[in-house]
């Protein structure tokens, strides 16, 4: 059998081929979207920071003299903090890390790799977490035996927008 081939059939063919491309591209993205639309995704800044350790309680207003962000996407998470005076007193900080998160229900739990005070490095910290409207709470037990830490760590952030 022969087939002949004409301009009309070659246009035929080729969009035929780009509507299945095209279909196939928005799923991608559609799939891509679900991935990321976990209510925890986006840029976070730290308002205020409650340690109790030991008995004490200290309270860290982060919008005052630092600022603290967290940033997370659908598979990692990442935080900087550095003072605002940009390093020119005796308050001078500056703070990194990030690694790898899971996100069950409410339990978040976060593997860092990544820390500027390495004796954090490789530990695991869970939280749970509330969001209401563009506020997250976080409330977890930050043991490091190598740092002598062992304390209650609650965090407020608020979402960042653009």
């Not at 022969?2 to 035929?12: D, G, S």
């Not at 080729?14 to 979207?33: D, G, M, P, W, Y």
């Not at 976990?38 to 109790?52: E, M, R």
Request: with cysteine.
């Amino acid at each position: 059998m022969k087939f002949k081939t004409t301009p009309q059939k070659v246009r035929v063919a080729f969009a035929l081929i780009n509507a299945v491309f095209f279909s196939c591209e928005a799923e991608n993205r559609n799939t891509k979207t679900a991935a990321v639309s976990k209510p925890v995704v986006g840029t976070w800044q730290l308002l205020s920071g409650t340690l109790i350790e030991q008995g004490d309680t200290t309270v860290t207003d982060y919008t005052k003299n630092v600022s603290f962000i967290k940033i997370i996407n659908d598979t990692h998470f990442a935080f900087l903090q550095h003072d605002l005076k940009k390093g020119q007193d005796s308050a001078a900080v500056f703070v990194a890390g990030g690694g790898t998160y899971s996100l069950t229900d409410s339990l978040y739990t976060e593997r860092l790799t990544y820390c500027s005070a390495r004796e954090w490095e490789n530990n695991d910290f869970t939280f749970s977490i509330t969001i209401k409207s563009d506020t997250l709470i976080q409330r977890g037990i930050e043991k490091v035996e190598s740092a002598g830490v062992n304390r209650v760590n609650i965090e407020k952030y608020v979402r960042v927008r653009i």
